[in-house]
């Protein structure tokens, strides 16, 4: 095991150096000096800003013990700043070979099942202990072993620069010269030069995750031509403030496949061209990413479509794009040429956390015709309708879509949901030709109708659903021979085509294995009448109950989580399959007692925020009045 670093304050730089405490705590050096409230004038001490804005005592800021004035150090949040001595400064370990073969158990080790037996029991429902076996605990270890791997893991391991002579180190790491891959992520890595030095013991990487490490933007740092093989590079969270750094690693890695730059800050992508010939060298993206495959550009900052996305609309072998996060509120695919060439062979592309607020923002993905998966959660237009009115309209909407929010679009699903969008389009455009809308419209305004209001509104609605055509066109005659067969018989008119059959299968312990039922449900029937039905079919208590449906290919169910929302609202479709479960009374109790246990935890540390806020403010005044007595002393 590595010892901790002798800390010196040459050693560390503001806003650069990294430092991490016993309890894995990981903070920022903003401050290398005397503290005007210490003892000591003379003694040295680093403030830290910690990552955890709760982890430190103040913000930066002390009172001085000769003057009682406010000393300000370096500024952070109010409850985030700490000053420590240098004997107390952790800024992480070297990478060793050592330090590598500490994370892998070595073949001639003790077992740790020698009988195959593990030092642990099991308790049973009837109270006994049953013990825990382990089976090819050698063969896993022998498969383990770094010389072996190709593949390593070394996270969170609090390394934070290279050896301090490579050279001499160089024979030993030459045993790991066949590692492809290199997991750097939540390390104390602060300097881009100690990063490359790292990575350059390694001639053969082709996958490398440096996430959460805060090792900011290049700068004048030259990549070189020693990572031509790389084709897979994580930078999540690792504080880049400018698209300069993305480019310029985009040019020294030009068989980059995958490439993810999540929760940094690339809002200056605006200035960056995308072919021009009249901008300037260092902002063109003209041959950059040419083989990239993989994009995540989540919560980047990035605000318009247009400005920041288009950027990459030409990349000709971009398949996944995320931009999770960022508040774009609308689709816009303009281009000097066909729209059709932009994104060329984009197949999937995640808009969750996003501001999109209409369908009609969406509606230019259709000029994407490879586009085939869509993930769409938590945005002002999904938040306010259910999730199967979501799902069932962005099917009808999106026609080249084949998977939505990861779950897969069956044949059956398609054609009921673009059935049931043509429907409820008619119905609105049918309004408008009786002249119920324009009547409503014309009572509130105050005004009279005119001949071209009917013409002009349904011009409007045909513009609002672009797909209602061709999806009219599609499906006219069944639907036609479906509105026919409902006239012809008695008491079922619209309501036949809402009608499903669903199998409600009990997974409770006690009717697990009573027959399944098979019911013709109208879709408009509430979760809670289902509730009441399986109570008197399986016994299972309503309160106790958890239903949640599967779709026919889809391995993950969905809850059914309030009672008084319809089938349709959760997007429950024909053949479905709704799964009953019931709650473990012991086991809730135990969730509740440990939110109790959270909540009370939070809220002692707001009161302790709150301690703080107000020790500060106690502070503030009491300086104020001695500045003010002294100042009328002095008068």
């Given amino acids: ?120 029991v099991a308790r049973t429902s009837s109270g006994r202990d049953k013990p825990i076996e382990f089976w090819g605990e050698v063969k896993l270890r022998n498969r383990q072993q770094l010389e072996v791997v190709e593949e390593i893991s070394l996270r969170m391991l609090g390394i934070s620069k290279p050896p301090p002579d490579v050279a001499l180190v160089l024979e030993e790491i030459a045993e790991f010269n066949h590692l492809r891959g290199i997991d750097l992520a939540g390390n104390l890595l602060s300097d881009w030069e100690d990063v490359l030095k790292i990575l350059r013991l390694f001639p053969n990487l082709h996958n490398i995750s440096l996430a959460s490490n805060r090792i900011n933007d290049l700068g004048l740092v030259a990549l070189g031509t020693s990572f031509l093989n790389v084709k897979s590079l994580n930078l999540n969270n690792c504080n880049i403030s400018t698209f300069q750094t993305i480019a310029s690693i985009g040019a020294a890695i030009p068989h980059l496949e995958e490439l993810c730059v999540a929760h940094c800050d690339l809002a200056d992508i605006e200035s960056f061209d995308s072919g021009s010939e009249n901008s300037d060298e260092e902002n063109r993206l003209e041959g950059l990413f040419q083989n990239l495959v993989l994009l995540d550009l989540s919560n980047c900052q990035l605000t318009s479509w247009q400005r920041h996305i288009m950027k990459f609309h030409n990349l000709p072998r971009l398949e996944s794009l995320i931009v999770n996060d960022n508040t774009i509120d609308c689709i816009e695919i303009v281009t000097e040429g066909d729209q059709s060439a932009a994104f060329p062979n984009l197949t999937s592309l995640q808009l969750a956390g996003t501001t999109i607020a209409t369908w009609t923002a969406l509606d230019q993905l259709n000029s994407i015709p490879s586009l085939r998966s869509l ?94 055509k061709p999806l009219l066109e599609k499906h006219k005659d069944t639907m036609l021979s479906l509105a026919n067969a409902g006239c012809g018989s008695s008491n079922q008119g619209n309501i036949g085509e809402e009608i499903i059959n669903v199998t409600i299968r009990s997974m409770a312990a006690a009717s697990c294995d009573m027959e399944p039922l098979r019911k013709r449900l109208p879709r408009s029937l509430k979760v809670g009448r289902i509730k009441t039905m399986c109570a008197k079919y399986f ?97």
């Fill in 1 to 120: 095991m590595q010892t901790m670093t002798t800390v010196t304050p040459s050693s560390l730089r503001p806003n650069i150096t990294r430092v991490r405490d016993t309890s894995g705590f990981i903070g920022t050096v903003l401050y290398v000096g005397p503290v005007a409230s210490a003892k000591s004038q003379t003694e040295i001490y680093a403030g830290i800003a910690w990552d955890d804005v709760t982890r430190g005592k103040h913000d930066g800021s002390v009172i001085s013990k000769s003057t009682n004035q406010i000393v300000r150090h370096f500024k952070c949040g109010p409850t985030q700043g700490s000053f420590l001595r240098l004997s107390k400064v952790d800024v992480g370990v070297e990478l060793t070979p050592q330090l590598m073969r500490s994370r892998y158990v070595r073949p001639d080790a003790e077992l740790i099942a020698p009988d195959n037996l593990l030092p642990h």
């Fill in 375 to 468: 993930r769409l959660r938590n945005t002002p237009l999904t938040n306010t309708l259910g999730v199967g009115e979501v799902r069932s309209t962005a099917i009808a909407r999106l026609p080249s879509l084949e998977f939505f929010n990861a779950s897969p679009i069956t044949n059956r699903e398609r054609v009921e949901a673009e059935r049931r969008y043509v429907s409820t389009v008619s119905r609105e455009l049918l309004l408008i030709s009786s002249g119920v809308i324009l009547a409503a419209e014309r009572d509130a305004d105050g005004g009279e109708s005119t001949g071209d209001d009917d013409s002009a509104k349904q011009a409007q609605m045909f513009a609002k659903h672009p797909q209602f």
């Fill in 539 to 635: 016994r299972v208590d309503i309160d106790l109950q958890m239903l949640h449906f599967r779709a026919e290919g889809d391995p993950f169910p969905s809850e059914l989580d309030d009672a008084e929302h319809s089938l349709f609202y959760y997007g429950v479709n024909d053949g479905a399959e709704i799964l009953v479960n019931e709650i473990d009374v012991e086991a809730l109790e135990r969730e509740k007692a440990r939110e109790l246990e959270d909540h009370s935890r939070r809220v002692k540390e707001q009161e302790q925020h709150v301690t703080v806020l107000q020790s500060m403010k106690k502070n503030d005044q009491r300086i104020n009045t001695l500045a003010a007595e002294m100042a009328q002393t002095r008068v």
